[in-house]
């Protein structure tokens, strides 16, 4: 990291709700609305960039853990916001508490923490693991 962010460091992403982030069963009455995990990816987006700035251009950061409460519904066409406030920065690791309210409430609140990691070193973990995932597709049909 090119230094750790300050404690305090914010994040925001505000977004309209459209077709694509509305739950898949609104169907017999069921009203459109923001799914959880499209709520969760764009608050996850809304901490990544924000430390994006503290960054190598070699490092990227990557989920590693995440706790949510959805409070409350988002109709289809709402406005909403994501905020994502820095609250702890140790190592390669950093702890967001997140936010997300739309025209009328917060609608969820929560933590998450993402971990830097260095593209080639991460690259080469995966790469290990689809070696292994390789083996174990063809190991039936060898036999
Ligand atoms: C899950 C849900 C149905 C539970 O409803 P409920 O049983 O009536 O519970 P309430 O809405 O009264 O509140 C649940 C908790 O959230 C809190 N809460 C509710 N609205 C809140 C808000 N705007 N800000 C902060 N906290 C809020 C309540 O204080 C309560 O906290 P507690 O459990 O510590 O007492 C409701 O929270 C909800 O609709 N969430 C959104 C679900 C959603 O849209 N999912 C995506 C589509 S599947």
Same mark, same amino acid.
């Given at each position: 990291?090119?230094? $750790? ?7 925001? &992403? ?24 499209? $709520?969760?990816? $764009? =608050? ?9 700035? &503290? ?9 590693? !853990?995440?706790? =949510? +409460?959805? &409070?409350?519904?988002? %109709? =289809?066409?709402? +406005? ?11 190592? +390669?690791?950093?702890?967001?508490? %997140?936010?997300? /309210?739309? !025209? ?9 923490? +993402?971990?830097?990691? /260095?593209?080639?070193? &991460?690259? /080469? ?19």
């Amino acid at each position: 990291m090119k230094s $750790l962010p300050r404690i305090g460091t914010v994040g925001e &992403f505000e977004f309209v709700v459209e077709e694509k982030h509305v739950i898949d069963f609104a169907t017999d009455g069921m009203p459109p609305v923001l799914s959880t995990p499209n $709520l969760i990816a $764009l =608050l996850e987006r809304t901490a990544r960039e924000a430390l994006t700035p &503290f960054l190598e251009p070699d490092e990227r950061s990557v989920g590693a !853990e995440i706790e =949510l +409460r959805h &409070f409350a519904p988002t %109709l =289809l066409g709402a +406005r909403a916001v994501c905020t994502a406030r820095v609250i702890h920065a140790e190592g +390669r690791e950093v702890t967001f508490q %997140l936010e997300a /309210r739309d !025209e009328q409430e917060v609608i969820a609140r929560g933590v998450h923490k +993402r971990a830097v990691v /260095r593209i080639e070193q &991460f690259a /080469r973990r995966v790469g290990r693991k689809s070696v292994s995932a390789d083996k174990a597709i063809r190991a039936p049909t060898a036999d």
